[in-house]
């Protein structure tokens, strides 16, 4: 009798994975039914993307639960945590978290939890979210863009937190001001500013720290743990990381695209690179790099948001859907600008990408390369160099800001659970992805 299901040979750094059952039996070697051999590639944790849209149901021709963990594994991600909007209904009570869990298991083909809303209208609804297992709650301190998702008030945000605080779940903001954002907007509107440059100048760095500085506050005051999404600079990092220096339970995404592209890019390619908060400059983004280097950044999320094509297109560019579809290559890129051009540690990545998230959202036996854990895995090619090609994009919509971008470092196999998903550039999963709750 075999020791294990399967056996992984020759992936560095762990030359030999055991994997019995679905889980990591041992890392050595020994007998297996089946083996892979890995000789000249790495092995990392699969990707856990705790940041995506897919829009379903109810937007679901925007992406879809199915192009999206579809597009999620052939970039070596193995399980997605899904926000309360854009679908629809939005999660913000639990009829809605049980029509999106109809949904994915029946279309995931990676593993998933879901997030779910903190809105002015569902305070009541917290504790029935959490009972049946959400990651936490999401809220937006500024337009969420999308009108079935209102954004919180201060006093909202405040009762919100606290009752997250006593249901033991944390609260993950949209840190954006809304009072400047509006302000800043309408004026340009007024004076028929609509162009790339005045969409920027209408969303400063320093209207995003005014909103991160007044989360961590009410953080503090309810005792509830925090996570800023989408951070965009490296002064947003520092505000946060000098906020846990205080002992407050505060951590941060920041998104690929803050890391890979600039205002410039943005200006460049036009719609397909909208995003709030925007994108910033090349200075701002090299901060972001050096905190993300020395840690302070937890997480590293994609913040897939798609839209169908028609809504990427207007002479106005305020009126142009923001968001950027990019779940198909978080660790391509980090791979290529981290690791090969920055010499970022693989280690480091995989933290960023898997050992955090679930370290962080609580996630039981994931996101580590560790005896009794999920064999969750990616082997990448690190010195395979690709173009990204729109035909290569397996999204519902095949856009994306990276399309013609050149990178080094390679998905050559994504593994759920001891089974092959992706291969070869071929999704070649059986079966369904699970609901995971977190602890
Ligand atoms: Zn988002």
């Given at each position: 009798m075999p020791e294990f299901d399967l056996l992984i040979r020759g992936?560095?750094?762990?030359p030999e994975i055991g994997i019995t059952d679905g889980k990591i039996a041992a890392l050595s070697g020994g007998t297996a039914h089946e083996e892979i051999d890995a000789t000249g590639l790495h092995v990392l944790p699969?990707?856990?993307?705790?940041h995506v849209h897919f829009?379903?149901?109810?937007?679901?021709?925007?992406?879809?639960?199915a192009t999206g963990s579809r597009a999620l594994a052939a970039g070596g991600g193995t399980m997605f945590f899904d926000m309360p909007l854009n679908a629809h209904p939005p999660t913000c009570d639990s009829s809605s978290f049980d029509e999106k869990l109809i949904a994915a298991e029946e279309k995931s083909v990676t593993d998933f939890a879901l997030w779910g809303g903190l809105v002015p209208e569902n305070l009541d609804k917290l504790e029935r979210l959490a009972a049946r297992g959400v990651i936490g709650f999401k809220a937006f301190m500024?337009?969420?863009?999308?009108?079935d998702f209102s954004s919180v008030d201060d006093a909202t945000l405040k009762e919100g937190m606290k009752r997250a605080a006593k249901l033991g779940k944390l609260v993950a903001v949209h840190a954006e001001s809304d009072r400047i954002t509006a302000e800043l907007t309408a004026q340009a509107l007024a004076e028929n500013r609509i162009t790339v440059r005045d969409y920027l100048d209408s969303r400063p760095i320093h209207q995003e720290l005014e909103a991160i500085h007044r989360a961590i506050q009410v953080a503090g005051e309810t005792k509830c743990s925090l996570h800023i999404v989408h951070v965009s600079s490296g002064a947003g990092v520092a505000l946060i990381a000098s906020a846990r220096k205080q002992s407050l339970d505060v951590t941060c995404e920041t998104c690929p695209h803050y890391l890979v592209m600039t205002e410039e890019d943005v200006e460049k390619i036009g719609a397909l690179a909208k995003c709030a908060p925007p994108l910033r400059t090349k200075s701002s983004q090299d901060v972001l790099w050096r905190y993300l280097e020395k840690g302070h950044v937890n997480t590293v999320g994609s913040d897939h948001s798609p839209s169908p094509p028609d809504m990427k297109r207007n002479f106005n560019f305020f009126k142009v859907w923001g968001g950027i579809s990019g779940v198909q290559h978080t660790l391509p890129l980090l791979l290529s600008?981290?690791?090969?051009?920055?010499?970022?540690?693989l280690s480091l990545i995989a933290d960023l990408l898997s050992a955090n998230v679930a370290r962080r959202f609580k996630i039981p036996n994931k996101g580590q390369i560790a005896s009794g854990f999920d064999a969750d895995l990616a082997l990448v090619d690190l010195g395979k160099t690709t173009t990204i090609a729109k035909e290569d994009l397996l999204y519902r919509h095949k856009q994306s800001p990276y399309v013609g971008r050149t990178l080094t470092g390679r998905v050559v196999r994504t593994i759920l659970r001891g089974k092959t998903i992706f291969n070869d550039g071929q999704i070649t999963a059986t079966g369904c992805g699970r609901l995971v709750k977190p602890i």
């Open positions: 992936a560095q750094p762990f699969g990707v856990i993307d705790s829009n379903e149901p109810g937007r679901t021709e925007w992406e879809g639960i500024s337009n969420s863009g999308i009108d600008e981290g690791h090969t051009k920055r010499g970022l540690d």
